[in-house]
């Protein structure tokens, strides 16, 4: 009997060294997903702060052109401004002395499509 309950003793302890190494290879897996994990979050911030880093340059490039584009745009239209002033100033009096000539020499006239009735 000594000898079958030392292979059944036997048998225990094979199954609980079987048992540990199952616990041993889960825990491994477990550490290894964990790293895993923890490296590939290290690696999606790294891809992030890139693509960040590169939006903000292009943001920057697109912004200063932008400035460029309105202080191009300010200085033409003070460039039209003084233009326009300048031709309003130049043909003001001709104008006016027009309107006047208009208004205040009426001649009078019978219309075309005036008919005098019988």
Do not use: W
């Not at 590939?40 to 911030?45: P, Q």
């Amino acid at each position: 009997m000594t000898s079958q309950s030392q292979g059944i003793h036997q048998l225990l302890q094979a199954e609980k060294r079987a048992k540990d190494k199952l616990e041993e290879a889960k825990k491994r897996k477990a550490k290894r997903l964990r790293q895993a994990k923890e490296e590939a979050m290290a690696e999606i911030d790294q891809y992030r702060m890139q693509r960040d880093q590169e939006f903000r340059q292009k943001h920057a490039k697109i912004m200063g052109s932008q400035s460029n584009i309105s202080e191009e745009i300010e200085a033409q239209t003070l460039e039209k401004i003084k233009e326009l002033n300048g031709s309003y100033n130049k043909s003001m009096e001709s104008v006016i002395n027009q309107l006047l000539s208009i208004v205040c020499d009426v001649k009078p006239e019978i219309h075309v499509n005036y008919r005098i009735a019988n």
